[in-house]
């Protein structure tokens, strides 16, 4: 099959579009919807500086390298990357290779955070983790991390690399739940809460196999190792029936977020601001303590 736009041979089909293309076009087309992303999410300012959350998968990585491409020709704007170790071994090591190689070629400064300083890597903590799925404590934990590291390094903001494909998950999953305040939380976030580093995401827009493919065809570096503890997660059942959904109408998921965008304003415009407090470890709080302080001491008994 030929590509639509020039006499070359076609590396993918857009479902939801129908368009053949090349992999001139393909980056082409994959780079220009994130550079949109981008200018809609986020003002940019002399001497800014934009922390970028990198765990060495397909997503971040190929995040990292969009930002890098779009403002490594502006000196005056500081692209930084943070990634953070769970503590999981033979699954983090390799991918942490992977960006610590990436950034030392391209001269981006690399900041590493563990679960180690609080003495509660992912390897302790899963087999004890209840209830909760493993990835409910690791989340909040990273959350904390790379906040907290994005707000000491004096970010303006934080890019993540949420897919087209996370997004529809987590809509559809706090839906199903009815927790409107954490849908109304949900980002990019516009509203700048004190301590709290403006999260955006520049692959937004991009399904999931695009970005591999992408990440393919670029030539962008990223380790595909399956996390051991995945399975246990939540998030795996609204994956397979937006899935399915997708499968047998095209442009599904891309539905599913254009109708969050529409109700967004009615959400932040109608559900109160929360009152944040401060944790004792420095981090915001609806409580007195922040929810990875009340994981850390609750898992420290455990593990005593």
Same mark, same amino acid.
């Given at each position: 099959?030929?590509?639509?736009l020039?006499?070359?041979?076609?590396?993918?089909?857009? @479902?939801?579009?129908g368009?053949?293309l090349?992999?001139?076009?393909f980056?082409?087309?994959?780079?220009?919807?994130? &550079?949109? $992303? /981008?200018?809609? =999410?986020?003002?940019?300012? %002399?001497?800014?500086?934009?922390?970028?959350?990198?765990?060495? #998968?397909?997503?971040s990585?190929?995040?990292?390298?969009?930002? *890098?491409?779009?403002?490594?020709? @502006?000196?005056?704007v500081?692209?930084c !990357?943070?990634?953070? *170790? $769970?503590?999981?071994?033979?699954?983090?090591?390799?991918?942490?290779?992977?960006? &610590?190689?990436?950034?030392?070629?391209?001269?981006?400064p690399?900041? /590493?955070?563990?679960?180690? +300083?609080?003495?509660?890597?992912?390897?302790?903590?899963?087999p004890?983790?209840?209830?909760?799925?493993?990835?409910?404590?690791?989340?909040?934990?990273? @959350?904390?991390?790379?906040?907290?590291e994005?707000?000491?390094?004096?970010?303006?903001?934080?890019?993540?690399g949420?897919?087209?494909? *996370?997004? !529809?998950q987590?809509?559809?999953?706090?839906?199903?739940? #009815?927790?409107?305040?954490?849908?109304?939380?949900? #980002?990019?976030?516009?509203?700048?809460?004190?301590?709290?580093?403006p999260?955006?995401?520049?692959?937004?827009?991009?399904p $999931? &196999? +695009? %970005?591999?493919?992408?990440?393919?065809?670029?030539?962008?570096?990223?380790?595909?190792?399956?996390?051991?503890?995945?399975?246990?997660a939540?998030?795996? =059942?609204?994956?397979?029936?937006?899935?399915?959904?997708?499968?047998?109408?095209?442009?599904? &998921?891309?539905?599913?977020?254009?109708?969050?965008d529409?109700?967004?304003?009615?959400l %932040?415009?109608?559900?109160?601001?929360?009152?944040?407090?401060?944790?004792?470890?420095?981090?915001?709080?609806?409580?007195?303590k922040?929810?990875?302080? $009340?994981?850390?001491?609750?898992?420290?008994?455990?593990?005593?």
């Amino acid at each position: 099959m030929k590509c639509d736009l020039c006499p070359q041979n076609a590396v993918t089909l857009i @479902r939801y579009n129908g368009s053949h293309l090349c992999t001139t076009h393909f980056k082409m087309y994959f780079e220009k919807r994130v &550079k949109k $992303e /981008i200018r809609k =999410q986020i003002n940019v300012h %002399s001497g800014d500086t934009i922390a970028v959350a990198v765990s060495g #998968g397909k997503d971040s990585m190929v995040t990292l390298h969009m930002m *890098d491409m779009i403002f490594k020709e @502006r000196s005056d704007v500081n692209i930084c !990357a943070i990634t953070i *170790d $769970e503590g999981i071994k033979g699954y983090r090591p390799p991918s942490v290779d992977i960006v &610590k190689d990436f950034c030392n070629t391209h001269e981006i400064p690399l900041y /590493i955070r563990s679960f180690s +300083e609080i003495g509660l890597e992912m390897d302790y903590v899963a087999p004890v983790s209840g209830s909760n799925s493993p990835c409910t404590y690791c989340g909040v934990f990273r @959350r904390k991390f790379m906040n907290d590291e994005a707000r000491k390094l004096g970010a303006k903001y934080l890019a993540t690399g949420h897919n087209l494909d *996370d997004m !529809a998950q987590s809509i559809m999953m706090n839906f199903v739940r #009815g927790d409107i305040e954490r849908l109304a939380r949900l #980002g990019p976030h516009t509203k700048v809460q004190p301590g709290l580093i403006p999260r955006f995401f520049p692959l937004r827009m991009i399904p $999931e &196999k +695009e %970005s591999l493919l992408y990440a393919i065809v670029a030539g962008v570096p990223f380790w595909d190792g399956v996390c051991p503890y995945w399975e246990e997660a939540l998030r795996n =059942q609204y994956r397979d029936v937006i899935d399915e959904l997708e499968d047998r109408s095209p442009g599904s &998921k891309f539905s599913i977020l254009a109708s969050y965008d529409t109700l967004r304003p009615l959400l %932040s415009d109608n559900i109160p601001t929360t009152k944040i407090h401060f944790c004792e470890c420095g981090e915001p709080a609806i409580g007195v303590k922040c929810k990875a302080c $009340e994981f850390t001491e609750a898992l420290k008994k455990k593990l005593s």
